[in-house]
């Protein structure tokens, strides 16, 4: 008689793959613990940390003056050895006060913008593991199912393979259990297959040089509750900042149509009489301003294309928001009646029909569709919590909480 794997055969290899399939022993984290681990060594957030470093350091160096002239000037002095004036000349422009402070908040709002963008690369990090996250718990529960439904379809094959032996039955149940068997174990191995991709996937987001799973199981959580978008978005933040950028660089433009001291100091020896001192001071005004008006006007339309795409934004959000939320509503409903009417009713079901097989009370085929509801079942709950739970992170990403 040919042997067959037993039920706790098969689940003790499923287990065994979904554990040792990495190299060493994986470590069960928490969500948390592995958005903290990603955080600690994604490159991105670096980024943008010394993004907001630079500009502060901008903003705190001052504007740079103009530089120093320094010459040597000669004149009135003839061929006949007549000895003229020369001099040592300094000259130094400078900047009006409000020039260098117009400066100074233009680059404390480029250093607000890096803020806000640091604050919106780790909000999508977050997103990033959170989604590998449930993909790789998905998963490692799809392999826990398909193990179940092998020993299933074992132990069908089991009985006509007595009943076969024992006369009760001919040969064609015991065909068909071992081509659902095998159809079982071939959906294993795909199983197996995308659990390496998925627990691949979420260590590369965490960039460790150690293993990790998910701990803990797929289940319904509790629902965020959004009444409005609130001003912390991180979407809405960035552009807000960018918008304030704008009007930073209108205080630019218009610091540059102020005038600049110039000024200059001369140390002379005029006809042998040293020494000898002068001095100039005056301004330098732009006479022609069609130019900077240009450019003030250009900027004050960035300004209203910022705010435009703040409003956009805001009620993008606003539809996308409402979306997900009635998506993961719908979710919900379709949960609570699998697990709560139809779960409990095919798990019954699936004793029961084995055992009026067994006694012969029903047939091969109402046994193999009655085992063909119950898996199909068991794979629908697992489906929707893993889509409710990615739904719930994209709403959670898009709401900036």
Known sequence: MKRFISKEWVMCIAICTMTLSATGQSKAISLDVAIGIARENYAGLERDRLMIE??????????????????????????????????????????????????????????????KQLRLTDWELKRQVAQAF??????????????????????????????????????????????KL?????????????YQIAMTLFNQWLQSDSVYVTEGSLALSTLLLVDSLQSDNPHLQIIQAQKDLALSKIEIQKAQLLPQINSGLKLQNAF??????????????????????????????????QDAALRTEQHQLQRTISELQNRIEH?????????????????????VNLEAYREGEIGYLEYLDSLEQVVQIKQQVLEALYKFHVLKVELEYRVGR
């Open 272 to 305: 042998g009489n040293f020494p000898l001192f002068g001095f100039q001071i005056g301004v330098n005004v732009p006479l022609f301003k069609k130019g900077y008006e240009g450019r003030i006007e250009a900027t004050e339309i960035e300004v209203l294309a």
């Open 331 to 351: 979710q919900r409903h379709i949960l609570e009646y699998l697990q709560q009417d139809l779960t409990p009713l095919v798990d019954e079901q699936s004793t």
């Open 182 to 194: 095998g159809q079982a174990q071939l959906e294993q191995e795909h199983a197996n297959e995308a």
């Open 54 to 115: 630079q500009y502060n350091k901008l903003a705190n160096s001052g504007i740079p003056q103009q530089p120093t002239q320094l010459y040597f000037s000669s004149e009135e002095f003839g061929s006949n050895g007549q000895s003229g004036v020369h001099a040592l000349n300094v000259f130094q422009n400078f900047y009006l006060p409000k020039v260098s402070d117009t400066q100074r908040k233009y680059f404390e709002q480029e250093a607000n913008v890096a803020e």
């Open 134 to 179: 449930y993909q790789l718990q998905y998963a490692q529960e799809a392999v826990a199912l398909v193990a179940e439904n092998v020993s299933l379809y074992d132990d069908f094959l089991e009985i006509t393979t007595t009943q076969m032996e024992t006369g009760e039955t001919g040969r064609l149940p015991q065909m068909a259990a071992r081509s």
